[in-house]
């Protein structure tokens, strides 16, 4: 089969290797039919010596696909099924998943990096290929609705694994109310995500801050009634000024550097929830703003997406229309030219913002 390997640091390519076969009882062998390359992806493979790749590993953690093989401990999908599976595979049953918190799954991780990859078996590896094991199918695959099951809706449907269900978790976190202010600042494909996600809990602004102009009128047709773009404008004078110099409500913050840290601070008011979704921190230090956000009553929640709590939830949203994650998608391009898409995603000024991969 041909898959997107790692090869060198900010280097991929595309190559045959062997099919993965089942290795245990609740493993599950997926037919991909969309992939998604993420910006994780490119954080990974540009700092792929310091993350632990190592050449020839598959890489990539959103697909979308059929069911192709089952182990004989699955009993929530046939051969045929149409799929999506979480970003992280999860055992769904440990401590923590039964909390609703599979990101901290004790036997997790994620598809694509070696992250936990002990806890799956080392053939765990990445989703832009042909065909991938997932091992703890019961819990880290879901069974698309029927509205949802044609390769059209693919593109859909794939955000859900990762950006979209991130935007989600940033949205929720937020703790938005209707009628509220809410800023994302950010304005790639989580952010993006954040804002459509943000329509469902009813704020009556929906502010976001970014530094692509094609980007920032894409969020104007997804929910977003301001925009601003932090390079020619202030971005903190900018929500003040919607809210009578109090600030907003909720901040999702997506990027997570110091930057973006420090504006979340100075652009809420007192009461304030920050979600931080951004990774930028672990690049940067960022001074701990908790001084700050003491004596003005911040709440500020950090972590990583709960892609299998929210799954269920947001499926059906998704069908019925209530949101589109697919607008997020600016290339779809043939597995093959991965190499490219991986560029075109580096390359800010082309105008790209995210790229499936269709095997």
Request: glycine share 12%; charged share 20%; proline share 4%.
């Amino acid at each position: 089969m041909k898959a997107v390997v790692y090869k060198e640091r900010a280097k991929i390519e595309v190559v045959d290797i062997p099919k993965p076969q089942l290795l245990k009882d609740d493993d599950v062998i997926v037919r991909i039919t969309l992939a998604g390359v993420c910006g994780a992806d490119l954080e990974f493979t540009q700092n792929g010596p310091e993350m632990g790749l190592y050449e020839g590993m598959r890489i990539g953690h959103e697909f979308v696909g059929v069911v192709d093989q089952v182990g004989k401990d699955i009993h929530s999908l046939k051969v045929g099924d149409r799929v999506i599976a979480s970003a992280m595979f999860v055992d769904g049953d440990c401590y923590y998943c039964k909390r609703d918190l599979p990101s901290a799954c004790d036997h997790g991780g994620l598809f694509g990096t070696p992250l936990f990859a002990q806890h799956g078996g080392d053939d765990i590896q990445g989703g832009q290929a042909e065909f991938i094991r997932v091992p703890y199918g019961n819990s880290s695959l879901f069974k698309l609705p029927e509205g949802l099951t044609g390769d059209e809706h693919d593109t859909k449907v794939l955000p859900l694994g990762d950006n979209f269900a991130t935007g989600y978790h940033g949205a929720l976190n937020a703790n938005i109310k209707t009628g509220e202010t809410v800023v994302v600042i950010g304005d790639g494909a989580v952010g993006l995500s954040a804002i459509m996600a943000a329509t469902l809990f009813g704020p009556s602004t929906i502010i976001l801050v970014g530094r692509h102009n094609s980007r920032l009128e894409l969020a104007k047709t997804i929910g977003a009634t301001h925009v601003v773009n932090s390079k020619n404008e202030d971005p903190v004078e900018f929500v003040k000024s919607l809210t009578n110099g109090r600030g907003a409500n909720s901040v999702i913050d997506s990027v997570g550097n110091k930057t973006a840290i420090t504006q979340g601070m100075e652009m809420t008011q007192a009461g304030a929830s920050i979600s931080v979704l951004g990774f930028g921190h672990l690049y940067e230090p960022v001074e701990q703003p908790y001084s700050s956000a003491l004596f003005r009553n911040i709440t500020i929640h950090t972590g990583v997406v709960n892609v299998a709590a929210y799954m269920e939830k947001l499926l059906p949203i998704v069908e019925r229309g209530v949101i589109d994650p697919s607008k997020i998608f600016t290339d779809i391009l043939p597995l093959s030219e991965a190499e490219k898409g991986y560029d075109l995603m580096r390359d800010r000024s082309s105008g790209t913002l995210k790229v499936a991969l269709r095997p």
